[in-house]
Antibody, heavy 122, light 108 residues
Framework: QLQLQESGPGLVRPSETLSLTCTVS??????????WAWIRQPPGKGLEWIGS???????YNNPSLKTRVTIAVDTSKNQFSLKLSSVTGADTAVYFC??????????????WGQGTLVTVSS | SSELTQDPAVSVALGQTVRITCQGD??????ASWYQQKPGQAPLLVIY???NRPSGIPDRFSGATSGSTASLTITGAQAEDEADYYC???????????FGGGTKLTVL
């Protein structure tokens, strides 16, 4: 059964870069119809999709985060990663990774990692 | 369109039927998926491909789309169904994912 687990620092200073890794177990990250997604949720607020990547490195990112986001995949480690630069307090959130099915008119996210809280503070 | 709109809160009496809606122009072209989120937990997929249930999701959960409105129906709501529910689909370009703002379901 596929499982995803986020890891990374829980505290990041303002203006620095947030870096998270999602480790995939129970299956290969090299799956043609699937993408791998990052989603975040500020405390007490709704879900926001950050971006998705497939095993060959094709990415789709949320334009609201503009050029601050870099998503990469490491097939040798069965991991994918998120880097968010120039963070502010508005980037404080629980960050989730998820398996993203994307094909024709269909798209869904399942399963999800448990999420990791990242706080931006000096 | 770049938005999916949900009612912020809905309530239902125990055992009754409730419908949670999600409006957006892109739903005319792309299927919605629905997620249940309980406090402190990751979202859980309950409906995908408009009206398909993942394994383990009770059959009291169903989905449908009419025009630009997708809906999640819980037939015979249970106390454990009290949660936040989010719809999800693509934007009109097909490249980006959108979430609705979420609906807090209270089971009375």
């Amino acid at each position: 059964q596929l499982q995803l687990q986020e890891s990374g620092p829980g505290l990041v200073r303002p203006s620095e870069t947030l870096s998270l890794t999602c480790t995939v177990s129970g299956g290969s990250i090299r799956t043609s119809d699937y993408y791998w997604a990052w989603i975040r949720q500020p405390p007490g607020k709704g879900l926001e999709w950050i971006g998705s990547i497939n095993y060959s490195g094709n990415t789709y990112n949320n334009p609201s985060l503009k050029t601050r986001v870099t998503i990469a995949v490491d097939t040798s480690k069965n991991q994918f990663s998120l880097k968010l630069s120039s963070v502010t307090g508005a980037d404080t959130a629980v960050y989730f990774c998820a398996y993203h099915y994307r094909n024709y008119e269909n798209s869904w996210l399942d399963p999800w990692g448990q999420g990791t809280l990242v706080t931006v503070s000096s | 369109s770049s938005e999916l709109t949900q009612d912020p809160a809905v309530s239902v009496a125990l055992g009754q039927t409730v419908r949670i809606t999600c409006q957006g122009d892109s739903l005319r072209a792309y299927y919605a998926s629905w997620y249940q989120q309980k406090p402190g937990q990751a979202p859980l997929l309950v409906i995908y491909g408009d009206n398909n249930r993942p394994s383990g999701i009770p059959d009291r959960f169903s989905g449908a789309t009419s025009g630009s409105t997708a809906s999640l129906t819980i037939t015979g709501a249970q106390a454990e169904d009290e949660a936040d529910y989010y719809c999800n689909s693509r934007d009109s370009s097909g490249n980006l994912l959108l979430f609705g703002g979420g609906t807090k379901l209270t089971v009375l």
